[in-house]
Nanobody, 120 residues
Framework: EVHIVESGGGLVQPGGSLRLSCRFS?????????VDWHRQAPGKEREVVAG?????????????TYATSMNGRVIIFRDDTGNSVDLLIDNLEPDDTAVYYC???????WGPGTQVTVSS
């Protein structure tokens, strides 16, 4: 069974940065998986923020994509352990306030999300 846990959310002032982590387990080694970061703001539909393909068993990654709406303010990457896909968001704006979720579409797996609030 695939498990996903997001972390790193919190309250941040406009202009600040956050690093969110998506830690996963239960994936088969020697296989490629897609990992996506999404967010859902109050009263809005969930949207994809960024995605990356990862190879389990190594630290390889490929096929990185970003939502154009993020205007180049995000970077998605795999951490050195290979067991987490992190999202770095720079120059945060109040409109970035949302619950951020991580998913692995191949297993229809979602984490519980982590709240990001951007406010002065």
């Amino acid at each position: 069974e695939v498990h996903i846990v997001e972390s790193g959310g919190g309250l941040v002032q406009p202009g600040g940065s956050l690093r969110l982590s998506c830690r996963f387990s239960g994936l088969y080694s020697d296989s490629w998986y897609r990992v996506d970061w999404h967010r859902q703001a109050p009263g809005k539909e969930r949207e994809v923020v960024a995605g990356i393909d990862i190879y389990v068993g190594e630290t390889s990654s490929r096929a990185i994509t970003y939502a154009t709406s993020m205007n180049g303010r995000v970077i998605i990457f795999r951490d050195d352990t290979g067991n987490s896909v992190d999202l770095l968001i720079d120059n945060l704006e109040p409109d970035d306030t949302a619950v951020y979720y991580c998913s692995i579409p191949g297993h229809s797996a979602w984490g519980p999300g982590t709240q990001v609030t951007v406010s002065s």
